[in-house]
């Protein structure tokens, strides 16, 4: 099978273990960078060009779009998909996850437990819009961050306010979130691969640091899902149309939250802390739903 990775980082991590699942399988594999992907509409034929070559008999591509890449990203990807070419993310899909509003209004709709979130545009009355939350700290994030940057605890409604006026100054997309304390800066990451939980970690930050990601120097550990989280986990990923999903969950006193689902999770913390293949599974998947079979 011709089998394009879609990566702006050929020697990540997360892409050389899925280039060499797909090696070992037999496929041939090209790791291309979506930035510099051409796309062209000729008499309504799509077609994708790369270093001046035209991209031919592509059977799946598996993307990797980074946070800063998602909207050229999300182009190449539909080109792909018109072109007939199996994907393991979807367009739509990508655009639903990385928008982190839109994907908690999607999850609530679908009656999946998340942690009390709001968001405005109307910076008038912004003590008002702190005061529709009776508890302090707040999460405050940045609509596009990612690993942790962007997110931010507030103490107090003072803060709260000063920091959402300046972000909106700024024209930054934001939204607040109940602070969830008896997690105590711990996390779960669910990795979902098709209609299945493939791995799972728990990740505890830092002395001090309430943010749990690895990129911030938590650390991780294995960790057994209840068939609760399995299922919240599956649903998540299912309801955004994603195949594979990284899906972040906080315990909670009101049972497990869904905080975030990630459309392009990264392997190495997950696959280094479970010891288990995940990239194997990727390519399984593309074998399943390709039109090319071996």
Not at 36 to 58: A, H, M, T
Not at 86 to 91: I, M, W
Not at 134 to 163: A, M, Q, Y
Not at 231 to 242: H, N, P
């Amino acid at each position: 099978m011709n089998i394009v990775i879609l990566s702006r980082g050929p020697a990540l991590y997360s892409t050389q273990s899925i280039y060499k699942a797909a090696i070992s399988r037999g496929h041939f594999v090209q790791i291309i960078d979506h930035m510099y992907c051409d796309l062209s509409i000729d008499n309504g034929k799509f077609k994708v060009f790369y270093n001046g070559y035209e991209l031919q008999s592509i059977h799946a591509i598996i993307p990797r779009i980074g946070a800063t890449a998602t909207e050229y990203g999300s182009y190449v990807i539909r080109h792909f998909e018109h072109m007939g070419v199996y994907t393991v993310l979807k367009t739509d899909s990508l655009l639903k996850a990385r928008d982190k509003f839109t994907s908690l209004q999607i999850l609530a709709k679908n009656n999946i437990p998340i942690p009390d979130t709001a968001t405005t545009n109307f910076a008038e009355d912004l003590e008002g819009f702190v005061n529709m939350f009776t508890d302090h700290p707040l999460i405050i994030k940045l609509l596009n961050s990612t690993h942790g940057e962007g997110v931010i605890k507030s103490e107090n409604p003072k803060v709260s306010t000063t920091l959402l006026e300046a972000f909106l100054k700024l024209k930054h997309k934001i939204l607040i979130q109940e602070y969830i304390k008896e997690s105590s800066g711990t996390d779960i990451r669910a990795f979902v691969v098709g209609d299945k939980v493939v791995a799972a970690m728990e990740r505890i930050a830092q002395k001090g640091e309430f943010r749990s990601n690895l990129h911030r120097g938590a650390v991780s550990q294995i960790i057994n899902l209840t068939n609760e989280e399995i299922f919240l986990a599956k649903k998540s990923a299912r309801v955004l149309g994603l195949q594979i999903a990284g899906v972040d969950i906080l315990r909670s006193n009101k049972g497990p939250l869904i905080i975030e689902v990630n459309a392009s999770p990264g392997l190495e913390g997950i696959e280094t802390t479970t010891n288990i293949n995940i990239a194997r599974s990727i390519i399984s998947l593309v074998e399943r739903n390709a039109k090319y079979k071996l």
